[in-house]
């Protein structure tokens, strides 16, 4: 032990005097050091005593001295996994003018000395696990950057905070349990430029000392548990981005916008808002994207275009909106995203919209509207409409066949649940863009045309619950989308900000989900029809596809052992059609099923075993006489012998996969697909 310890005394000095140059590290720092890893349950890589090179501490990973001082001013330690806490022994630290610790597994309360380095400028410890309250005294006079959130604090907002730290720009306290309401000295944070208390339980009123803090900037207050929101006087807002959705705020929005004219952003979805527009929100010329989604608002809303020129993403979806679409809200020059699902609405689409320019994504559904025809004959003309969402409109109407409709650039067509009659119309030729195309829940006959099977990019194609008849033209097994490519859709939307988008789990409309959905899946849902003829072995070939759903019709034929080449399926749900043959053994092949039924055929033989095959249960094989196996009785020689199935829940959620049929039934969020697709999108740009 004493040779050992002589020993790396020694390379200490021989080190010290070959690289005479390195920082020393300042005792009092070590000291610092040495209580912070005390609290730490394994060592960090690099750190001493894992190597000799404790006297420089100021090279260790995560370490800045200051070249002069040689006094430790910042520490990032960001994402290295770092389980403990932070102990009291921080405040050694005392030049230190950066504190990063963020996305760790550090836990406990944060240490009391802490708030006592009196050098700290920045401090990082967000995403970790720390608990309890903050002090009420913190001491932090050059502090600039505060970012705690993501852990789980309680308690009040520190009261003294910008009393103490006159410099603060950035305040997150983000993600925590704080309670209470806003402090009133935060109106003395006269530097602040950013603060965040989103997702904690922040009650009472938003308050004017906030909305007029003189630099303030970015102000995001969403979802806590605020109830109103005061106004500001005749005082001048430098904001550019407000957030108070996901509140409980209730009764008018203030009229107040005339005092933000930097204002670019504003999101007041999810509250119990109520009244009509204010005026001043109506003619703003900063707002570019505005979200008023989700409360009780009333009224026409008549937007002033010629002052909303930077106007670009307009989200009123699920509001109590009357009338009919004024007809300048297509002059507004930057319009791209138009969310009007589920209001009362009605009549046509003002005939203006030909002129739009911009417009890009447009939801209509769930709404009044009557007149598809006259309502695509306006919307061909609009030269960047990507997607559009006519869901739950037009009642009873016919798809026209018109010949002479074309949008190039549409991506994405929903027109689901609208009871349509008619046929898929020819003009449908045209959009060779289709990523995306949902007919789902009308009244449509005719056969599913064969053209279908040429758009490249389609990824999605919903046409359930319908009444087509004839074979599945094979031609849609060679979707390239669904065999090959990896789409995306190159344009991105302009933000609505939440994503959220619910999911029937049940099918039965009974249980909803909530969901954060970054892509749709490839989907191939032709259930529900009236189709005819074999299941192509060439189905065999989607290896992109997620689901494929035939159920409800009257196929007939073998299963293909060939459909364990769609290596990605999750959903296969062949059950009510007059299949017959045996359950191919292939199909234990396929790694990523989670749903899979073939009830209701005329199947016999052994339900093969292995894979993902043997987690279903008898639901999925119940109906077919012939079977035999786990669920049924024993196999033999002679499988005919009569069988009695164990009496088992019969389990649902055949609609699982429907997301857009949700968007369709419940609809909500129909402009969400907007975002949905955008997001499809955003990841790989950036
Ligand atoms: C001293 O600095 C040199 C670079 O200048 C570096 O290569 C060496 O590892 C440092 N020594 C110690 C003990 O950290
Ligand atoms: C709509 O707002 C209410 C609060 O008013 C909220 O509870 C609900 O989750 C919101 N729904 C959606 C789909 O955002
Ligand atoms: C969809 O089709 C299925 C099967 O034919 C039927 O049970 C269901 O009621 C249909 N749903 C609607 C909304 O029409």
Not at 1 to 12: A, K, Q, S
Not at 50 to 64: D, F, K, M, Q, R
Not at 445 to 463: E, H, K, Q, V
Not at 591 to 617: C, D, H, R
């Amino acid at each position: 032990m004493v040779v050992v310890l002589v020993i790396f005394l020694f390379l200490v000095q021989a080190q010290l005097l070959v690289i005479s140059k390195n920082l020393t590290c300042n005792s009092h720092d070590l000291t610092g050091l040495a209580g912070f890893m005390e609290g730490l349950e394994s060592p960090i890589d690099g750190w001493w005593p894992a190597n000799s090179s404790s006297l420089y501490c100021c090279n260790w990973v995560g370490i800045t001295c200051n070249s002069s001082s040689g006094r430790i001013v910042k520490l990032q330690l960001p994402s290295k996994r770092l389980v403990g806490h932070l102990s009291d022994s921080v405040s050694f630290l005392d030049q230190l003018t950066t504190l990063d610790l963020s996305h760790n597994f550090l836990s406990g309360p944060l240490p009391i000395s802490l708030f006592h380095l009196t050098h700290l400028e920045a401090v990082d410890l967000s995403g970790n696990g720390f608990n309890r309250v903050l002090p009420v005294i913190i001491n932090l006079p050059a502090l600039q950057v505060l970012n705690i959130s993501d852990n789980n604090l309680r308690g009040f907002l520190p009261v003294g905070l910008c009393v103490n730290s006159t410099r603060i720009r950035v305040l997150s306290f983000a993600v925590n349990y704080f309670t209470g309401t806003i402090p009133p000295p935060f109106g003395h944070c006269s530097f602040l430029e950013h603060l965040s208390v989103a997702s904690n339980f922040i009650s009472g009123i938003i308050p004017d000392f906030l909305l007029r803090l003189p630099g303030l900037k970015e102000l995001s207050l969403e979802d806590n548990e605020f109830t109103s929101i005061s106004g500001i006087g005749d005082s001048f807002s430098r904001l550019v981005h407000l957030d108070v959705s996901f509140n409980r705020l209730s009764r008018n929005i203030p009229d107040f916008f005339h005092n933000f004219p930097n204002l670019s952003y504003f999101s007041a979805q999810s509250n119990n808002l109520s009244g009509v527009i204010p005026p001043s929100l109506l003619s703003s010329g900063s707002i570019s994207s505005l979200n008023l989604r989700n409360n009780s608002l009333v009224g026409s809303f008549d937007f002033k275009c010629s002052k909303l020129v930077n106007l670009s993403s307009l989200d009123l979806g699920s509001n109590n909106f009357s009338g009919t679409i004024p007809a300048n809200l297509a002059s507004c020059p930057k319009l791209q995203a138009l969310n009007l699902a589920k209001n009362k609405l009605t009549g046509q689409i003002p005939e203006s919209f030909k002129n739009s320019e911009s417009l890009s994504f447009l939801s209509l559904s769930n709404c009044s509207f009557n007149s598809l025809p006259s309502t695509l004959k306006t919307l061909q003309y609009c030269p960047k409409l990507t997607v559009l969402i006519l869901t739950m409109n037009f009642f009873t109407e016919q798809l026209p066949a018109d010949d002479h409709l074309q949008f190039k650039a549409l991506k994405a067509l929903v027109i689901a649940n609208c009871r349509l009659t008619g046929s898929i119309p020819s003009w449908l030729k045209g959009l060779t863009q289709l990523q995306l195309l949902d007919f789902s829940f009308n009244h449509l006959t005719g056969t599913i045309p064969a053209f279908l099977g040429s758009f490249n990019s389609l990824f999605y194609l919903d046409l359930s619950n319908n009444s087509f008849s004839g074979e599945i033209p094979m031609n849609i097994t060679q979707l390239q989308s669904m065999i090959s490519r990896d789409v995306l859709l190159e344009e991105a939307s302009p933000d609505f900000s939440f994503f959220k988008i619910y999911r029937n789990m049940s099918g039965r409309g009974a249980t909803l989900q909530y969901n954060q959905i970054m892509r749709l899946p490839p989907l191939l849902d032709l259930s529900s029809n009236l189709l005819i003829g074999p299941i192509w072995p060439e189905f065999g070939n989607m290896k992109k596809l997620h689901v494929l759903d035939l159920k409800h019709n009257r196929l007939s034929g073998t299963i293909p052992s060939s459909l364990s080449g769609m290596r990605n399926i999750e959903t296969l749900d062949l059950s009510y059609n007059d299949l017959t043959g045996t359950i191919p053994p292939s199909l234990v092949k396929l790694n990523f099923l989670s749903k899979f039924s073939v009830a209701y055929n005329n199947l016999k033989g052994i339900i093969p075993s292995g894979g993902q095959l043997s987690t279903f249960s008898h639901s999925s094989f119940e109906g077919n006489p012939g079977l035999c196996g786990d669920f049924f009785v024993k196999c033999q020689e002679d499988q005919d012998s009569s069988q009695t199935p164990e009496s088992e829940d019969e389990e649902d959620g055949d609609d699982e996969f429907f997301i857009l049929r949700l968007l369709v039934l419940i609809g909500f969020g129909s402009g969400f697909l907007v975002t949905v697709i955008s997001l499809i999108v955003v990841p790989r740009i950036r």
